[in-house]
């Protein structure tokens, strides 16, 4: 059985008389510490995915399993539970708490879970921990998002979910988080999931899933994915 | 619609909840202050309403010895007055069912109460023009006889009564003879009088506690007809159409006043000459009067002596009578005497020759009566002779008849024998019948020889038997000329009795005759001695009469002596009365000296004054309600602001959509609140007031001042785009480019307290996040810390104020009073009654340390301080009234000294006249409406205690007669008795039928109707909580909703994380919480400073308000915030649990 699966995923919103489905159908599997990429074009459901995976939403009908237990059906508090120890999110803007220093954002996620990283290792593993005492207003872009990974990875997630994460970012910037993330990904064996519009993250990927109008168009294992280093767009 | 309009409107719909906010608490400000601001004159309105509906004089024209029925129409004819009542009133004590009050008995014209009607509760109509002070009927119906009342209906404590409970007159403040007819009423009915609309208070008397507590209208005819009119009641041309207690009003009615003022010296004078000339004639009369009674009684005298001298004269005419009359009867005894000796002589001699008659009669008959003895003896014989005669004859005939028979028989036997021998001759001899022959003719010759026997005996017989009878008639002959002559003898003697007993009768008669004439004479004599005795009898009688008489004429003569003398004084006093008689004081009183009207003009002053301050705290937060939520608003549209301006909108027509909006919403909301609030808090408070003032409240909806709703309104609305104003202001400054771009996250800055570090290291990050916060949205923070800290310091005042309320009864009672009865007696009364009542007590209803004191009620004021009524009490011994009532200073706590030198004065009291210990004051005393007399006694004061209820002078009797020359009265008594109501009943009862008591009264009575007074300031609490807890509603909705709008990506950031709700609710509500905490010990300092503020504003006259917040209000108060707070926390966790994580993450705002 497969660390992640999607069994006929399906999200449908309800506008007016109208009905949308994000995710039509979602069917793919992924293994433990693979480094996923879902790739696709804006509204095919990428995001939705992502969401319904990271329990921050929930599918309307279909099953997803995570290491054998099947998300799909977890209560609200369930949910929450889930997040607070299998799931740590890097989004696109960051969403770190201004009144925090880098630290206690980092802080912020350790302090709720079970077994976290130290907070400040996990700032030295992003390479901030030189700033561990500034607040975000006083980071950069990239070390603000390197900061939202840190406070990701303090909480030892089962799965690193990413939302865009370099999408506000300039390219070198971009390319160094994405190193980061590979990196984590490589180094400790953790599962990632990256979703993005551009093409070009699919070579770093072990496993990419392309997604179209909320269906797994297709899923491909690249057995010798490239370091992010390498890749340019 | 413009699209700039179009989006006004649907920035209008899609923020509703800003909308309201600012609409709320600026309606709170404009309603609370407009509101309160227009509760003093709607309650000066509703007054003015009922004064003119129950036409209440305008002037009140008082004189302290009446009127002359003659100075009316003059009074009348005054210019600008338009009607003229007068009034006969006197105040007494009066008891109602075992109650004792002060209260005023006042005339009424009946006549036109039944004929008033009154619909609406405050306007009476009548057509009598001249009733002024209308009665309105509550309960009963009007008085129509004499002996009937109606009261009051509006006393707000003391015994409950009936229709038909009767009313008692104790005693009066004056003698009631001359003054009051009747003395007991009954309760006929009650009714509200504008005159006393305040119904603690009705004014001032001299009688009881010096106020009066209770009124009673009666018809004219209750009050003596000599008791002349005491007041007149004008009412002045064009007044009503005035606002009562207006300037206009005043000066209006004050040009009449004034006319009355220059008219009292002559109206005194006249009324004193008409009195004097009143007095002067009765006294003529009664001079007059007194000369005929005197003629009279030295007539009556002279006549009484006149009849005395003829009954004596009499008794001498009846004493010679009697002696005469005895010398008469003494005469007819010695002829009496003389009679009867006479007669015994004449009686003698006649029975002497009537004996001796009787005597040779009684001889004769004697001798007559032996002759007839003889013949009575024979008489057997004679009388039975006749048959022994005829027996005789008839033995003569039978032996005659036998002998004819024999001689018969012989003849036959002769012829027999012839026959039978000449048959014997026939018949031979030889034949049987021969023998038979034989034999016949030998039994015949044997027959013939029997026969010539028996003729032979029967001849001699019947000689013999001739010769007896012979014998035997011869006999009888002369017996019966013997008796022949025994009856000749017989009728001999017979006359000779008769002839005696003719002389015996005539003799006897004629004695008889003579004895009944002594006899009768005799009588006479007895009659006539008795009736002399008798008459002996009356004259001693008489004479003892006459003596008593005598006497009784001395006695009368003296009296009338003494009585003419003693009248001739009275006479001569009351012709100095009359030269004595004062000129009388004549008040000219307008409604400010009517207690009831000024004092509802002072508590609305009163609410003014609170109105003038309170409400600050409104808008105050108004403004910063206004300010961060336009500001969150502008933040918001930061970038809908960048395109405008990109678009080519000037910064005024952009910083329009936000004035226009904040406009709108501050102008809805001053709508509402005015609308609402104008009307809810007259309302409410006119209510509570109702209790004391009989005031009927103006129908709603209530007078709106639009003068004060504009400054109201134009002040919310003002202050809310002002606030607009300065956050659009600071916003549009920046460039349209940078608009467009989401503003920077406001930096997070590190906070004085991290410079602590060890503190800081051990605080958590989500309160790190807290403290920070806090520091990072000053706007908010002021905001919300004054919003909770007018919260809590409204709570606080609204329950400091019912503690400074309670605590005036629950102070003075108890920690300050121990007494709880009072007796009053008479200022003259004797020490024996006084102990009487002393003794009395001591010894009924388990009561203890009764003490005497003198008791007054007085005035004193101080330098530059007008006089204030005031209860003197002086003790007779301190120490035992220590015991009673408790002098200490109410800082300290500590008893202050109080001896016979010293001198002390209620707290309020000294305040009020600005004393401190050291300074001196003066005392006056007072006339029976309370205005101070003299010059006054100047004394020092040495204390101020602890006093909440009433102003009073406790002064030690050395300091007190040192200072005045006021004679000292121990005449009251102090003292504490038991509970029990029945026992106090008949302690009540039994001093009541003491000599010399008043008026016996409890504390109860008075806490009781402090009580109810008091329960109406403490509507205001009600109010304060309710518009404390709005406040706190808005001020923390509206920062909440700030605070989570504004955060909401956070927020899904942690919920992201993993956070729990609670974790959520803890993260946000923190800051919440601190804030409130904050605001709220902020509160209780304000609250204190705003508790002070309305406490010596609103505190009503003769009552100090407790000075004291209880610490549980303090906690209450706090407790409250927060509940209010954890209310509003409550309430926003949906709004937390409604943020879309996917919604919120999806892009930057």
């Not at chain 1, 990283?117 to 975000?136: K, T």
């Not at chain 2, 008469?328 to 007669?343: A, R």
């Not at chain 2, 009517?594 to 009163?606: F, I, K, L, T, W």
Request: aromatic share 8%; net charge negative; charged share 25%.
């Amino acid at each position: 059985m497969s660390f992640v699966e999607f069994k006929d995923v399906r999200k449908v919103y309800t506008m007016g008389e109208v009905e949308v489905a994000a995710v039509d159908g979602m069917n793919f599997s992924l293994e433990q510490g693979e480094f996923v990429v879902v790739v696709g074009p804006s509204g095919a459901g990428k995001t939705t995915v992502l969401n319904i995976l990271g329990g921050i939403d929930t599918a309307t009908s279909g099953t997803i399993l995570l290491d054998g237990s099947e998300i799909s059906s977890y209560s609200e508090q369930e949910l929450t539970q889930y997040r607070r120890a299998d799931i740590g999110f890097v989004f696109q803007f960051y969403n770190l708490v201004q009144n925090l220093t880098a630290l206690e954002n980092v802080e912020l996620a350790s302090q709720i879970c079970e077994n976290p990283m130290d907070p400040l290792d996990a700032l030295e593993a992003v390479g901030l921990g030189e700033r561990s005492n500034n607040f975000p207003g006083q980071l950069s872009g990239g070390e603000q998002q390197r900061v939202a990974i840190a406070r990701a990875l303090a909480k030892n997630p089962k799965l690193l979910l990413c939302d865009e994460p370099t999408g506000a970012l300039d390219y070198q910037t971009g390319k160094a988080i994405l190193r980061l993330l590979q990196n984590s990904c490589k180094e400790t064996g953790r599962t990632v999931v990256l979703i993005t519009h551009n093409q070009a993250f699919t070579s770093i990927a072990d496993r990419v899933i392309h997604i179209r109008e909320g269906r797994a168009s297709s899923v491909e294992t690249n057995a010798h994915p490239v370091s992010a280093e390498t890749i340019e767009w | 619609m413009d699209a700039f309009r179009t989006s006004l409107v649907r920035s209008i719909r899609e923020s509703l909840g800003r909308f309201i906010a600012i609409a709320a608490i600026v309606a709170l400000g404009c309603g609370f202050y407009g509101g309160l601001r227009m509760t003093g004159p709607d309650m000066r309105i509703a007054a003015d309403r009922f004064y003119d509906g129950t036409h209440l004089y305008d002037i009140r024209l008082l004189s302290t010895m009446g009127y002359s029925d003659s100075q009316i129409p003059e009074v009348a004819a005054v210019e600008g007055v338009k009607a003229v009542m007068p009034a006969k009133s006197t105040d007494v004590m009066g008891d109602i069912n075992g109650e004792q009050y002060a209260l005023r008995i006042s005339s009424i014209p009946i006549d036109a109460l039944d004929k008033s009607s009154c619909e609406d509760g405050c306007n009476v109509y009548s057509d009598d023009d001249s009733y002024l002070n209308r009665l309105i009927l509550e309960e009963g119906r009007w008085p129509n006889a004499k002996g009937e009342c109606v009261i009051s209906a509006d006393r707000v404590a003391g015994v409950p009564f009936e229709m038909g409970d009767t009313l008692e007159v104790l005693y009066g403040s004056q003698d009631l003879d001359g003054v009051l007819d009747v003395e007991e009423f009954t309760i006929v009915g009650t009714a509200h009088s504008s005159s006393f609309v305040s119904a603690v208070t009705m004014g001032a008397t001299s009688l009881g506690s010096g106020s009066i507590q209770q009124f009673a209208f009666v018809s004219e005819n209750n009050f003596s007809n000599d008791y002349p009119y005491t007041e007149l009641f004008i009412s002045v041309e064009g007044a009503a159409d005035l606002f009562s207690g207006s300037d206009e009003y005043k000066e209006h009615v004050g040009q009449v006043r004034n006319r009355f003022e220059s008219m009292a010296d002559s109206l005194a004078e006249s009324r004193l000459a008409s009195l004097k000339q009143e007095a002067q004639d009765e006294l003529d009369d009664a001079k007059e009067e007194y000369e005929t009674e005197k003629a009279d009684a030295l007539q009556k005298l002279d006549d009484a002596k006149k009849e005395l001298d003829d009954a004596a004269a009499e008794i001498d005419d009846g004493v010679a009578k009697i002696e005469d009359g005895q010398a008469q009867i003494n005469s007819g005894y010695s002829q009496l005497y003389d009679g009867q000796s006479e007669l015994n002589t004449q009686k003698e001699r006649v029975y002497n020759e009537l004996s001796a008659a009787r005597a040779t009669l009684e001889e004769k008959e004697r001798e007559l009566n032996d002759a007839q003895a003889q013949l009575d003896a024979n008489r057997s014989q004679v009388d039975s002779w006749p048959d022994t005669r005829a027996g005789l004859v008839e033995q003569l005939n039978q032996t005659q008849a036998g002998l004819e028979e024999a001689q018969q028989g012989m003849a036959d036997i002769d012829a027999g024998i012839a026959q039978t021998e000449a048959a014997l001759a026939q018949v031979p001899e030889d034949d049987p019948k021969r023998a038979q022959l034989e034999a016949e003719l030998a039994g015949l010759q044997q027959r013939k020889m029997a026969v010539q026997a028996q003729i032979g005996d029967a001849t001699q017989g019947i000689a013999q038997l001739e010769a007896v009878i012979a014998t035997g008639d011869e006999s009888l002959a002369q017996f019966q000329a013997s008796q022949a002559q025994v009856d000749e003898g017989r009728a001999q003697l017979q006359a000779g009795w008769d002839e005696y007993n003719r002389q015996a009768a005539a003799a006897y008669t004629q004695i008889a005759n003579a004895e009944n004439e002594l006899s009768s004479n005799q009588q006479k004599l007895i009659d006539s001695q008795a009736e002399i005795n008798e008459s002996q009898a009356d004259i001693d009688k008489g004479r003892e009469e006459l003596a008593s008489g005598r006497e009784e004429y001395d006695e009368e003569y003296a009296k009338a002596m003494k009585e003419i003398d003693d009248a001739e004084q009275e006479l001569a006093d009351a012709q100095q009365e009359i030269d004595d008689i004062e000129l009388p004081e004549i008040y000219v009183l307008d409604r400010t000296k009517n207690y009831g009207v000024e004092s509802q003009v002072a508590d609305s002053e009163r609410i003014d004054n609170i109105a003038r301050v309170f409400p600050f705290i409104f808008f105050l937060v108004a403004a910063l309600v206004a300010l961060t939520t336009m500001t969150r608003m502008v933040d918001e549209e930061r970038n809908v602001i960048g395109t405008y301006k990109a678009l080519g909108y000037s910064k005024a027509r952009i910083t329009g959509r936000y004035l226009i909006y904040a406009g709108i919403a501050s102008v809805v909301g001053a709508v509402i609140g005015l609308a609402l609030l104008s009307q809810i808090l007259p309302f409410t408070i006119s209510k509570a007031y109702a209790i004391i003032y009989n005031i009927p409240d103006y129908p709603l909806p209530m007078p709106f001042d639009w003068k004060l709703g504009l400054l109201s309104g134009g002040l919310g609305v003002g202050i809310t785009l002002l606030a607009t104003l300065a956050a659009a202001m600071a916003t549009l400054r920046e460039t349209p480019a940078a608009l467009m771009l989401p503003r920077a996250p406001k930096a997070g800055k590190r906070i004085l307290l991290e410079r602590i570090g060890p503190l800081w290291k051990h605080v958590s990050f989500s309160w790190k996040v807290t403290f920070r916060n806090l520091f990072r949205y000053k706007k908010r923070l002021l905001m919300t810390v004054i919003g909770i800290a007018g919260c809590t310091a409204l709570l606080l005042t609204g329950w400091g104020l019912h503690d400074s309320i309670w605590d005036i009864i629950d102070k003075q009672y108890g920690p300050v009073v121990n007494y709880n009865v009072i007796t009053k007696l008479d200022d003259e009364a004797s020490e024996e009654e006084i102990t009487a009542a002393e003794a009395y007590m001591a010894s009924h209803a388990d009561t203890e340390d009764l003490t005497r004191v003198h008791s007054a009620n007085m005035q004193v004021s101080s330098v530059g301080h007008n006089e204030l009524g005031v209860e003197l009490v002086v003790p007779s011994n301190t120490d035992e009234f220590a015991k009673l009532l408790t002098i200490k200073n109410r800082l300290t706590q500590k008893l202050l000294d109080f001896d016979d030198s010293s001198v002390v004065l209620t707290e309020k009291l000294a305040t009020t006249l600005d004393l401190k210990v050291g300074d001196s004051f003066t005392l006056y005393e007072q006339d029976e409406i309370g205005n101070a007399l003299g010059k006054g006694y100047e004394l020092t004061l040495t204390g101020i205690m602890e006093n909440y209820i009433g102003n009073w002078a406790y002064i030690g009797k050395d300091a007190f007669t040192s200072s005045t020359n006021l004679p000292l009265n121990f005449a009251t008594l102090y003292g504490r008795c038991t509970e029990d109501l029945d026992e106090r009943a008949v302690l009540t009862d039994t001093l009541h039928d003491m000599e010399g008591v008043r008026t016996v009264t409890y504390n109860d009575e008075t806490i009781d109707s402090y009580r109810k007074m008091l329960s109406s300031v403490d509507m205001i609490v009600v109010v304060l909580v309710v518009s404390a807890a709005a406040l706190a509603f808005i001020v923390l909705y509206n920062l909440t909703n700030i605070n989570i709008t504004e955060r909401r990506r956070e927020i899904a950031s942690l919920k992201v994380l993993g956070f729990t709700k609670r974790e959520v609710y803890a993260y946000i509500f923190r800051e919440i919480t601190l804030l409130t905490l904050i605001g709220a010990a902020f509160g209780l300092v304000l609250g204190v400073f705003l508790e002070s503020f309305v406490c010596v504003t609103a505190e009503v006259d003769y009552v100090m308000f407790g000075r004291d917040i209880h610490t549980t209000s303090f906690v209450i108060s706090f407790v409250m915030t927060l509940l209010f707070t954890a209310f509003v926390m409550l309430f926003m966790r949906h709004k937390l649990n409604s943020i879309d994580m996917v919604e919120s993450l999806k892009s930057v705002e």
